[in-house]
């Protein structure tokens, strides 16, 4: 999945002669969180969150500051064609929380930590009706496939599936089914000797 597909396109903007006062009452208005600072050619010049502008506030008017003394100057940027996986890289590494699109030196979006979240909660089905067995399985060839095949046995569908990452040979995979009774999957994955460590209607 690409950028281009979750960013906020055309995003609101401040140029770097507005003031913080200012900075602060768009986000407190828009409630966002981050403003991209540009020039009069939309091309990106800096980067302010609302933290820092609120940390700025008081300094700011006992000392001078301006917007430019608290801004990001040279912003981490993601391409639009990019894949959303750069841009959750990004955001862990560096402990941020929003990123600016830019294409070809010009703002084209932002995409933030929320942005990617709903990303991940809409793929793993989490706010849609859906049960959950927690499997533990090895490295032995074949015992993902007789997992599949027991669930498609008892008639469940797989929504998807995920695993914990862990440093044994045994990892759990957590399989997000369509709505059923997950005692009676339990039961049949046990009779194949899978160890089931959860299950949830």
């Known amino acids: 999945m690409k950028i281009k597909t979750l960013m906020i396109p055309d995003p609101i903007t401040i140029t770097k002669t507005a003031s913080i006062k200012e900075a602060i009452e768009i986000m407190k208005t828009n409630s966002i969180r981050h403003l991209p600072v540009v020039d009069e050619n939309n091309i990106l010049e800096g980067f302010v969150t609302l933290a820092d502008l609120k940390m700025g506030l008081i300094p700011s008017m006992v000392a001078g500051l301006t917007l430019p003394d608290l801004m990001i100057k040279d912003p981490i940027t993601v391409d639009p064609n990019s894949d959303i996986e750069i841009a959750a890289q990004l955001i862990y590494k560096y402990k941020i ?3 600016p699109v830019v294409r070809k030196g010009k703002l084209a979006g932002i995409i933030t930590d929320s942005d990617l979240l709903r990303t991940f909660i809409d793929m793993m089905g989490i706010l849609n ?4 067995v927690d499997v533990v399985l090895g490295a032995e060839p074949g015992v993902f ?9 008892n008639g469940v569908s797989i929504i998807n599936v995920g695993m914990t990452p ?9 399989f997000r089914l369509s709505p059923c009774k997950t005692d009676l999957i339990k039961k049949a994955l046990e009779r194949e000797g899978f160890k089931v460590v959860a299950a949830m209607d």
Not at 166 to 174: F, G, I, L, N
């Open 97 to 99: 929380s929003g990123i």
């Open 145 to 153: 496939r007789k997992v599949l095949q027991v669930l498609e046995e």
């Open 129 to 132: 009706a859906s049960s959950r």
């Open 166 to 174: 862990q440093r044994t040979k045994k990892k759990t995979y957590s």
